[in-house]
T-cell receptor, first 113, second 111 residues
Framework: GDSVTQMEGPVTLSEEAFLTINCTYT??????LFWYVQYPGEGLQLLLK?????DKGSNKGFEATYRKETTSFHLEKGSVQVSDSAVYFC????????????FGKGTHLIIQP | SAVISQKPSRDICQRGTSLTIQCQVD?????MFWYRQQPGQSLTLIAT?????????ESGFVIDKFPISRPNLTFSTLTVSNMSPEDSSIYLC????????FGQGTRLTVV
């Protein structure tokens, strides 16, 4: 079945540091890939997505590129802020919307001033 | 994009009781999903609710424990039955609309 593996947290960085959160997946066919963010005390929000190989999703300074050859969708940001502190979830959908999402375990990111 | 309202936002319940969670969407959708997020864990799909048919449950989840209603294309309920402390989680509904949209979640604590 489908699965998503992402780096365990917590990840602690200083403000303005470069961020990478690794995500790899196993899926049948060509899934759509997503990054969701959950800020403290809030619901889940879509951060960015990519629907086919070599697509780059971007939002709020975050980027991730759909790499079919390495089955990866790593999340990056060039300069993090304290307000980026949250839990980040990598997810995939291989059913074209007809199935629910498969989520990774989440990575807790802590940015220190 | 879909707007999803979920209630209650949180509740503290006694073990052995049941809680019904409501999910209202601002547009008609064919499918609605219910997820559980246990403390410190990722989201796990409980079931898919289609209007006019029985919900489809994922492995490890059964209808007697998590009965679901889907009376129309904008509304669904999930009941957590005969609760135990292990049911303490955040429960979320979601609709697929080019991307998955999520309600704010219901934070359930069973004591």
């Amino acid at each position: 079945g489908d699965s998503v593996t992402q780096m365990e947290g917590p990840v602690t960085l200083s403000e303005e540091a470069f961020l990478t959160i690794n995500c790899t997946y196993t899926a049948t066919g060509y899934p759509s890939l997503f990054w969701y963010v959950q800020y403290p005390g809030e619901g889940l929000q879509l951060l960015l997505k990519a629907t086919k190989a070599d697509d780059k999703g971007s939002n709020k300074g975050f980027e991730a590129t759909y790499r079919k050859e390495t089955t990866s969708f790593h999340l990056e940001k060039g300069s993090v802020q304290v307000s980026d502190s949250a839990v980040y979830f990598c997810a995939l959908n291989s059913g074209g919307g007809a199935d629910g999402l498969t989520f990774g375990k989440g990575t807790h990111l802590i940015i220190q001033p | 994009s879909a707007v999803i309202s979920q209630k209650p936002s949180r509740d503290i319940c006694q073990r052995g009781t049941s809680l019904t969670i409501q999910c209202q969407v601002d547009s008609q959708v064919t499918m609605m999903f219910w997820y559980r997020q246990q403390p410190g864990q990722s989201l796990t799909l409980i079931a898919t609710a289609n209007q006019g048919s029985e919900a489809t449950y994922e492995s490890g989840f059964v209808i007697d424990k998590f009965p679901i209603s889907r009376p129309n294309l904008t509304f669904s309920t999930l009941t957590v039955s005969n609760m135990s402390p292990e049911d303490s989680s955040i429960y979320l509904c979601s609709v697929p609309d080019r991307e998955a949209f999520f309600g704010q979640g219901t934070r359930l604590t069973v004591v």
